[in-house]
T-cell receptor, first 112, second 115 residues
Framework: SQTIHQWPATLVQPVGSPLSLECTVEGTSNPNLYWYRQAAGRGLQLLFYSVGIGQISSEVPQNLSASRPQDRQFILSSKKLLLSDSGFYLC???????????FGPGTRLLVL | AQSVTQPDIHITVSEGASLELRCNYS??????LFWYVQSPGQGLQLLLK??????LVQGIKGFEAEFKRSQSSFNLRKPSVHWSDAAEYFC?????????????FGKGTHLIIQP
């Protein structure tokens, strides 16, 4: 079965600094990958999804970008963080024949 | 577009009592339905899912959910809650062929367990 790793677990960054969050998947190949953001007291907002290397779809316009340099690696980035980027970022994966999504442990980002 | 409503933001239940968390969805065809649980500071764990067949589905940790097409509902139940069930619960909907478009999540229900 698949295992999703997210790094780092917690991050405190100043406004205007860059960001790089990493998600890697073990135990499977060619997964669909997702980045969600969960703000305090809210549900999950889908930010990006990817069906393959170099293929990224964005769900909402924002200050963030995503990349998929390898089959099992998904990176969330920003050139300049905003206060509103604070939140809990979750990576998830699914497979072409299934709609079930499996989630990583998350990264808590605090922008000060 | 599909949507998911979890009408209860918070629910408080005594330990040992029964539990029902409500979920209503809006989608034209038969959806795929999911319940996830999230402990504080953690990722989401899949409790159960409904794709087709028997409308009463069993999940992990003693949870079950019933799909009622006529009510567009997929309520989560547990006959006797434990203190460890305190968490955030999310209902989600997908659909056949939705694939990488992902799931649509409700805003969650925060479950509090009283001793």
């Amino acid at each position: 079965s698949q295992t999703i790793h997210q790094w780092p677990a917690t991050l405190v960054q100043p406004v205007g600094s860059p960001l790089s969050l990493e998600c890697t998947v073990e135990g499977t190949s060619n997964p669909n990958l997702y980045w969600y953001r969960q703000a305090a007291g809210r549900g999950l907002q889908l930010l990006f999804y990817s069906v393959g290397i170099g293929q990224i779809s964005s769900e909402v316009p924002q200050n963030l970008s995503a990349s998929r340099p390898q089959d099992r690696q998904f990176i969330l980035s920003s050139k300049k963080l905003l206060l509103s980027d604070s939140g809990f970022y979750l990576c998830a994966c699914s497979f072409a024949s299934q709609e079930t999504q499996y989630f990583g442990p998350g990264t808590r980002l605090l922008v000060l | 577009a599909q949507s998911v409503t979890q009408p209860d933001i918070h629910i408080t239940v005594s330990e040992g009592a029964s539990l029902e968390l409500r979920c209503n969805y809006s989608y034209g065809a038969t959806p795929y339905l999911f319940w996830y649980v999230q402990s504080p500071g953690q990722g989401l764990q899949l409790l159960l899912k409904y794709f087709s067949g028997d409308t009463l589905v069993q999940g992990i940790k003693g949870f079950e959910a019933e799909f009622k097409r006529s009510q567009s509902s997929f309520n989560l139940r547990k006959p006797s809650v434990h203190w460890s069930d305190a968490a955030e619960y999310f209902c989600a909907v997908g659909y056949s062929g939705g694939g990488a478009d992902g799931l649509t999540f409700g805003k969650g229900t925060h479950l509090i367990i009283q001793p």
